[in-house]
């Protein structure tokens, strides 16, 4: 019986951890919770309190506090690196948790053992047991082992890092746990990420401290989007790079921005087409060829990542990873507003403005029929007036903006890169 109810409840907490995994994603992408998750994810938290501290001789309060606060601190420990996602730079506590997320888990294990021992009741046993299982697997599967590629930093990158560290990059690696630096030679390397290694803290590094993006993140960056390109123009999906991307073609001569979190690629859906066999066939050929693919229905946006396909139920762990190479696909569709031929988007990108129908959208000409633009070394596809298509994204998008970078981090970047440019035309000029 003791044995019954305690796999009862170790059910029970499989269910809210996973269903906790899933919510995870909204924070990881920027936007809010689905309703559901989150009912779903707190339903299955109340299920297994109220399992374990109510029984046929009633309520054990003692065992409700126990559970409830155990779950409530192990599922913060959990979601603080996708929480620090989020904008905002005013959460000590979560910025250090997430900067523990490996293994952070772990330190509930003596808390676990203890109540354990306490209580000695089957069904918070059963409870605690699997969430130690869990935190020891994660631990054990994502702890650094894969080897790292040392990459030498570029002059601007070290001088970016030189500034926000104020001058002193050992002390500023310590204090942020930048792991992948190593000062060790004459050059600034930094231990690179691979398909093998847990991504490099990407989100904190670049928007959260204002570094250029990481030598390692760059190739796969690079890497993806030229293979989300070729799929879609095999598939004959009409696309075109978008936003950041398609800033970076124009405005940096073809390369990625300097900050840059994220490829942006958009496509629309011609008559014949359809978003089922679209994300259906894209995910399939991801799969084989070593990506992991990300459907959101509800927002038209595939989000394709360079980490490898992992099975059921490991893959849903990405949402404990700081950091992720991702394209995000937005999936535009054909409408008339205002009697103009639009294409149209449900979620809103730079200044778009509002269509008819409340998506957000920029006149078809702009966009239709595709043109070819020089990026990350390929010819790529890129909206007809991709000048037009900035400046209704951007405004005047020659001026350099960090707009998803931390504001303090921001402004020593912009003093950083004067000096650079400052610096460049010396040299340049002598
Ligand atoms: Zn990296």
């Given amino acids: 019986m003791g044995l019954f109810e305690a796999s009862i409840a170790a059910a029970f907490y499989f269910a809210a951890y996973m269903s906790l995994l899933r919510l995870l994603i909204y924070p990881r992408n920027w936007c809010a919770s ?31 506090c126990i559970s409830a606060a155990f779950v409530v601190v192990l599922f913060t420990i959990i979601s603080a690196p996708a929480i620090d ?30 109540a354990g021992y306490a209580a000695s009741d089957p069904k918070l046993l059963g409870a605690l047991a699997a969430a130690m299982v869990i935190e020891v697997l994660w631990y054990v599967r994502h702890r650094p082992t894969g080897a790292r590629r040392p990459y030498i930093l570029n ?41 093998d290694t847990l991504p490099c803290a990407f989100n904190l590094y670049t928007n959260r401290l204002g570094l250029n993006t990481a030598p390692c993140c760059r190739e796969h960056l ?23 991307s398609l800033l970076g073609a124009v405005r940096e001569h073809g390369a990625l921005l300097a900050w840059e979190d994220d490829i942006d690629i958009s496509a629309v859906l011609e008559d014949g087409q359809d978003w089922a066999s679209l994300a259906k066939e894209l995910t399939e050929r991801c799969q084989r060829d070593g990506y992991y693919v990300d459907l959101f229905v509800d927002k038209s946006l595939i989000a394709i990542s360079f980490d490898p396909p992992r099975p059921w ?22 409408a008339v507003s205002q009697d103009v031929a639009v294409l149209e988007r449900i979620s ?4 778009f403005p509002k269509t008819e129908s409340g998506w957000y959208g920029v006149p078809k000409d702009v966009v239709l029929p595709t043109s070819r633009i020089e990026f990350l070394g390929k010819e790529l596809s890129c909206p007809n007036r991709p000048d037009d298509y900035l400046r209704r994204l951007y405004g005047d998008y020659n001026k350099v903006e960090f707009t998803y970078i931390d504001p303090v981090a921001a402004e020593t970047r912009q003093s950083a890169d004067a000096d650079v440019t400052v610096n460049g035309a010396d040299s340049a000029s002598s």
């Fill in 34 to 64: 689905a309703p559901s998750t989150l009912l779903t994810t707190g339903g299955l938290v109340v299920a297994l309190v109220t399992f374990v501290s109510v029984s046929s001789q009633g309520v054990d309060v003692t065992l409700m």
């Fill in 222 to 244: 690079k890497d993806i989007c030229l293979y989300v390109c070729a799929c879609l123009s095999d598939m004959k999906v009409a696309h075109w790079l978008e936003g950041g």
């Fill in 348 to 351: 809103p990108k730079g200044a």
């Fill in 313 to 334: 139920p490991f893959r849903w762990e990405r949402s404990r990873m700081r950091g992720e190479i991702r394209v995000d696909l937005a999936v535009y569709r054909h």
């Fill in 155 to 195: 002059d601007q990158d070290v001088s970016v890092l030189k500034t926000q560290a104020k001058g002193d990059i050992g002390r500023f690696a310590k204090r942020h746990g930048i792991g992948e630096l190593d000062m060790s030679g004459d050059d600034v390397r930094w231990q690179g990420c691979s398909k």
């Fill in 85 to 114: 996602f989020l904008p905002g730079n005013d959460r000590p506590a979560i910025q250090f948790l997430a900067g523990h997320g490996a293994y952070a888990g772990l330190w509930m294990l003596p808390v676990a053992v203890a």
